[in-house]
């Protein structure tokens, strides 16, 4: 069994900031890449941002510039700061593994998903 558990979301005003983190745990032997993706009503979900295992981050062009990624490697957690928010940045938010498990296997997991609002 693997879990990831998102944190850290809620309402902020326009410009204000937020800082999610997941915890992953359980069965792990390693993990390769981590991410944030979110999801708007009506919408897709889509990536907003993607860490390695060694460090090498990629953004969408929509958050390039106001959110940082970055992850504890001991921790096996990930974290999205997120700055200079927008009314556009409201969705729920979910976190992403890709995980070597203990049975020899790579999975990608998910988290439940946090909600983030961005209003006045």
């Known amino acids: 069994q693997v879990q990831l558990v998102e944190s850290g979301g809620g309402l902020v005003q326009p410009g204000g900031s937020l800082r999610l983190s997941c915890a992953a745990s359980?069965?792990?032997?390693?993990?390769?890449?981590m991410g944030w993706y979110r999801q708007a009503p009506g919408k897709e979900r889509e990536l907003v941002a993607s860490?390695?295992?060694?460090?090498?981050?990629n953004y969408a062009d929509s958050v390039k510039g106001r959110f940082t990624i970055s992850r504890d490697n001991a921790k096996n957690t990930v974290y999205l700061q997120m700055n200079s928010l927008k009314p556009e940045d409201t969705a729920v938010y979910y976190c992403?593994?890709?995980?070597?498990?203990?049975?020899?296997?790579?999975?990608?997991?998910w988290g439940q998903g946090t909600q983030v609002t961005v209003s006045s």
């Open positions: 992403n593994a890709d995980i070597f498990t203990k049975w020899g296997r790579f999975q990608s997991s």
């Open positions: 359980g069965s792990i032997v390693s993990i390769n890449a």
């Open positions: 860490i390695t295992s060694g460090g090498s981050t």
